[in-house]
């Protein structure tokens, strides 16, 4: 928390929770998002869903489970985001 307050991005980093509230996005039964997806889950993450509920509103071409990491996973394991990043737009080159 420190490091939003000492940037001054506290704003910027809770914004997209105003934003919901004010505009929430309800999609259909039937709606799905067609652009490609992966999921990658870390262990310490807040919500973990099912695959299968993610496979109810988006493409999924990609769900890995990953060994080690939370919520901050760009901070708290950056190299085994970027890993799993690269794998996922490997087979788009």
Known sequence: MTLYWVTQTISSSTRMYLENQRNLWVMGKDDKVP???????????????????????????????????GHFAALEEPELLAQEVRAFFRPFR
């Open 35 to 69: 652009a490609p997806a992966g999921m990658a889950l870390f262990p310490q993450e807040i919500a973990r869903p099912p695959r299968e509920w993610g496979e109810r509103s988006y493409h999924i071409l990609r769900w890995e489970a990953m060994p080690r990491g």
